[in-house]
């Protein structure tokens, strides 16, 4: 049986109270990327200091069932040796135990300023950013890969984070709907309530059938999180039927004259990998 606590509910309405307080919402794209290493620590502390609203994550599961972030399916891209080398084999983040990811470095391909950075975990990124912003967690279940136990292992772990910490300013993003409604059913049946985002447009995660949003027909988000190539030749995004009803974060939008372009056509929040000079558009009042 399905029961909403008041309290629970109110994780809902608080995502939507912080981001009606702060609208548009600058949100990191796996931290402060373009300054720090993507989806470490420090990429994190560095969009905290810089006074982001939100800052966005992927997550994927490690063999030992931990949840770890990072955007890649394989390490290959952004673990180095712990002597700074390239593996010397394509490894699946999925086939490694954390205690095995432990062992590379995830710092040292962007600069050696930040040699030793390790993968975090969820609960040691959450720790970090605590709930005064928004958390943005992307479920990376691309339609290849199975997605059900990433999905449910994040409500699980949320659930408990929920027993002594604030989830309040959480949401749980993806492309894939499939992977959305399995997080939302065990959830639900944990007694959470968790908005959700869906991720749509050009990328090779979303089928081409889904490229214009129609996963929503499959999974109702609570945000509708789209590409922005394109967004800038239609009208005011807050009213079209496609977003009608729903907060719309774009991504990723690194340059000023389009953030401001959009932020005129009224959409909610922008996710950027440079949040300092998107955060210059909130205080000029644009
Ligand atoms: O949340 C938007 C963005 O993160 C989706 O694309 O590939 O950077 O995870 P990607
Ligand atoms: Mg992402």
Redesign the pocket.
């Known amino acids: 049986m399905i029961i909403k606590s008041d309290s629970n509910m109110k994780n809902k309405m608080s995502v939507f109270k912080i981001i009606k307080s702060k609208v548009p919402i600058i949100i990191a794209?796996?931290g402060a990327s373009a300054d720090a290493p993507e989806n470490t620590l420090a990429a994190f502390k560095l969009a905290k200091r810089m006074g982001v609203d939100g800052i966005?994550i992927?997550v994927h599961l490690s063999a030992s069932g931990d949840i770890v972030v990072i955007?890649d399916y394989e390490l290959n891209r952004t673990a180095r040796m712990p002597d700074g080398k390239p593996l010397k084999s394509r490894l699946n983040v999925e086939d490694l135990t954390l205690a095995e990811l432990r062992k590379y470095d995830f710092g040292i391909w962007f600069s050696d300023k930040y040699s030793g950075e390790k993968i975090p975990t969820l609960e040691e990124v959450m720790d970090l950013i605590g709930s005064d912003i928004l958390l943005?967690i992307?479920i990376?279940a691309d339609r290849k890969k199975p997605f059900r136990k990433l999905s449910t292992a994040i409500a699980n772990f949320l659930c408990e984070y929920s027993k002594k910490h604030s989830v309040n300013n959480v949401i749980v993003?993806s492309?894939n709907p499939l992977a959305l409604n399995a997080f939302r059913s065990k959830a639900r049946k944990l007694n959470l309530v968790i908005p959700t985002g869906l991720?749509y447009g050009y990328?090779p995660?979303v089928p081409w059938y889904l490229k214009r949003g129609q996963g929503r027909f499959i999974h109702n988000p609570d945000f509708m999180?789209s590409y922005c190539a394109g967004l800038q030749n239609k009208g005011d995004l807050s009213s079209i039927g496609l977003f009608k009803k729903r907060p719309v974060?774009v991504?990723?939008v690194d340059d000023v004259a389009s953030a401001t372009c959009l932020i005129q056509k009224n959409i909610t929040g922008i996710?950027t990998n440079v949040p300092e000079k998107m955060l210059t558009l909130k205080t000029v009042g644009t």
């Open positions: 794209h796996r966005e992927d955007h943005n992307e990376k993003s492309f991720l990328s995660e999180l974060f991504w990723t996710i």
